[in-house]
């Protein structure tokens, strides 16, 4: 895009010094010539600025032509070498125009387009004639040229840079070529062996020091594929400590759920607690099969609950009575209470409590009737539930 655009504003450059524009060379204009190269296979270089005009030739795509002058929407280029054109045979004398204003035109006879004119004593190379003798060919005259259309070339570089630009451009594509074999080396490893940054750094020195160049964009591509294959291996690389973490962490949690999934072994505390771990794997270890089965396991987890939280509500609701004490270090980390039965020498913790609407302190070590909702409870017998309380009276 920056390229057409610089391109277009030196073509504006040029008509201006040119003082407008004109396809004939019956004048000496002055302009600032330039090498642009062909974008398209087969373009018609023609005898006029115009698309009814002969064609004289073709260009093929990637060629180069010096620009010695242009029209807004054709630029007229050097002819390839032994192009020619003619002239009537009474023009001329020992080699030199005879007259003013004559007309030199692309082939022997009045029907062929106009190339040019030339004026008195300007020199001419005959080189052969035609038709009788009444039309000599002549070697194509100095600042005589045939048209392109301006859409199917670009710019390259003015006709003074243009060796430079090719000694660059030359540079250019064996620094390509050596950044190709690069990429090509590291891509063949293992991902997580792969030099990711060995190959971004040989593109990234074509952008900086070749900016504009055909290889600059390539190398733009190359490179904006190569850090999305850089992102993808860093989420799959794992260290070793790494993977036997990972499996550890999905070890514990698919005995968790297997236990969960034991005949009385759910509970919504131990469900969210498991769905937390899975989520932790997935989230930690994206694109392991660890990670995939975490997923799988918590929807099929999902399904489960959704069958078993109903049963749950009826059959965990929990009334007893008991002296309420204040527990200080408890199995369960919301637990502020337990409410004990029996006497002192067979005395029993029958759960431990907590309550978030009411102030259990009110009701220490007086006899009180609990009702509330079993929250948590372990598979073994000496352990007592943790009970949300939701209803609390004296008793």
Not at 152 to 163: A, G, R
Not at 332 to 341: C, D, K, S, W
Request: charged share 30%; glycine share 4%; with cysteine.
């Amino acid at each position: 895009m920056k390229k057409n655009c610089f391109f277009s504003l030196f073509c504006l450059i040029l008509m201006l010094l040119a003082g407008g524009s004109s396809w004939s060379s019956e004048e000496d204009i002055p302009f600032a010539n330039y090498y642009v190269r062909v974008k398209e296979k087969n373009i018609n270089v023609r005898a006029r600025p115009s698309t009814s005009s002969e064609v004289m030739y073709q260009l093929d795509k990637g060629q180069d032509v010096l620009v010695i002058g242009q029209t807004d929407e054709w630029v007229k280029i050097r002819p390839k070498e032994g192009a020619t054109a003619w002239v009537h045979k009474d023009m001329v004398e020992n080699g030199i125009i005879s007259k003013s204003n004559v007309n030199i035109r692309v082939g022997p006879s009045l029907g062929h387009s106009i190339l040019g004119r030339m004026t008195e004593s300007d020199p001419v190379m005959v080189l052969s004639n035609q038709q009788g003798g009444e039309w000599l060919q002549i070697e194509m005259p100095r600042n005589f040229g045939f048209w392109v259309a301006k859409n199917l070339v670009f710019f390259l570089s003015t006709e003074n840079e243009y060796q430079d630009y090719l000694i660059r451009e030359k540079e250019a594509k064996k620094a390509f070529i050596q950044a190709e074999m690069i990429r090509k080396e590291e891509l063949v490893k293992r991902y997580m062996d792969v030099d990711h940054e060995r190959v971004i750094e040989a593109y990234q020195k074509i952008i900086d020091d070749f900016p504009g160049t055909p290889e600059a964009v390539k190398s733009m591509e190359r490179l904006i594929d190569i850090k999305e294959k850089q992102a993808i291996a860093h989420q799959k690389k794992l260290t070793l400590k790494e993977k036997r973490r990972l499996v550890l962490l999905f070890d514990e949690a698919e005995l968790m759920k297997k236990k969960i999934m034991e005949p009385d072994g759910f509970s919504p505390t131990r469900y969210e607690e498991l769905m937390l771990r899975y989520r932790k794997i997935s989230s930690l270890y994206p694109n392991t099969p660890e990670a995939k089965q975490s997923l799988q396991s918590m929807e099929e987890l999902e399904k489960y609950r959704e069958e078993k939280i109903g049963d749950w509500k009826n059959t965990h609701i929990f009334e007893q009575e008991g002296k309420l004490k204040a527990v200080k270090n408890s199995v369960y980390a919301e637990g502020t209470h337990e409410l004990i039965r029996g006497h002192t020498f067979n005395r029993k913790t029958v759960c431990i409590v907590f309550c978030k609407k009411v102030d259990l302190r009110a009701f220490e070590n007086k006899r009180v009737k609990v009702k509330g909702n079993i929250s948590l409870q372990f598979p073994e017998k000496d352990i007592p539930p943790l009970v949300e309380v939701t209803e609390i009276s004296l008793s």
